[in-house]
């Protein structure tokens, strides 16, 4: 149990606690929204001038690693546009950037796995993910003899 003088210790802590919070989550809203101007005023335009109207990047990490695994491109139909008609420069950029809306922590422990999808018509990303987790039954049996 707390002493009454240790009070003011532990909320000066919990302030301290939470400024650093606040300055974290400021700085991952700062990149997050970076990332969308990114994807706005670059990436989207010079994606629509290749034809390609959707963006599927699925991803997967475990154990303390993880990463994009692949990239598709489509057109307005939903058929694959060649991955030749789109610049390297651009796969590269828009890779980096999709980064930045993974959620954290997909990558510890059992991890997860899912798909982000970037519809360049309507600006919208829409992230599907599903996250792993072991589950442990234990019991217990005892007998008289």
């Known amino acids: 149990m707390s002493k009454p003088e240790d009070e003011p210790q532990a909320k000066t802590i919990d302030t301290e606690l939470n400024e650093i919070l606040r ?4 700085g991952v ?3 997050v929204q970076q990332a969308k ?4 005023t670059e990436i ?13 990047a699925a991803y997967s990490g ?5 990463a994009i695994d692949g990239v598709q491109y489509l057109d307005k139909s939903g058929v694959l546009v ?4 789109i610049p390297a420069t651009l796969t590269e950029q828009l890779e980096n950037t999709l980064y930045e809306f993974l959620p954290a922590g997909f990558e510890i422990n059992d991890g997860g796995q899912g798909t982000l999808t970037l519809d360049v018509q ?4 829409t992230l599907q993910h599903q996250e792993n987790e072991v589950v442990s039954n ?3 049996l005892e007998w008289e003899v």
């Open 44 to 56: 989207m335009p010079a994606l629509r001038a290749s034809g390609v109207a959707n963006v599927e």
């Open 62 to 66: 475990y154990g303390d690693s993880g």
């Open 23 to 26: 300055h974290y989550m400021t």
């Open 138 to 140: 234990d019991s217990t």
């Open 29 to 31: 809203e700062d990149q």
């Open 82 to 85: 060649e991955r030749e008609k």
């Open 122 to 125: 309507d600006g919208r990303i």
């Open 37 to 40: 101007n990114t994807l706005r």
